[in-house]
């Protein structure tokens, strides 16, 4: 009995960890979108800092990598119907 439920929360995590961080990563667009409005500039700064907190792993990545940056732009364009440059 106890197999069947270790199994089962197995394979919840399977699927939940994934989902969850594709999740995590799909969500930086929309909620850049809110900080930045479509000039570049930013909008609300209040929240800059917990932005920067929850999006570390990722602002890190984009930072180290050009193909990430250019996937972050792009995204961020996409969601914010903006045409912000890399600097």
């Given amino acids: 009995m106890s ?3 270790e199994s089962k929360f197995l394979r919840f995590a399977y699927y939940a960890i994934p989902i969850l961080l594709a999740v995590y990563v799909l969500s930086i ?3 850049a979108a809110f ?3 479509s000039d570049g500039s930013m909008i609300h700064p209040e929240y800059a ?3 920067s907190y929850f999006y570390y792993p990722l602002m ?3 930072t180290q990598n ?3 940056r250019d996937a972050y ?3 961020l364009n996409l969601c914010n119907d ?3 440059s890399i600097e």
């Fill in 3 to 5: 197999e069947k439920k």
């Fill in 29 to 31: 667009g929309p909620v």
């Fill in 35 to 37: 900080l930045v409005d």
């Fill in 49 to 51: 800092k917990e932005f």
């Fill in 60 to 62: 890190l990545l984009i």
């Fill in 66 to 68: 050009k193909l990430a």
């Fill in 73 to 75: 732009f792009s995204y």
């Fill in 82 to 84: 903006s045409n912000i």
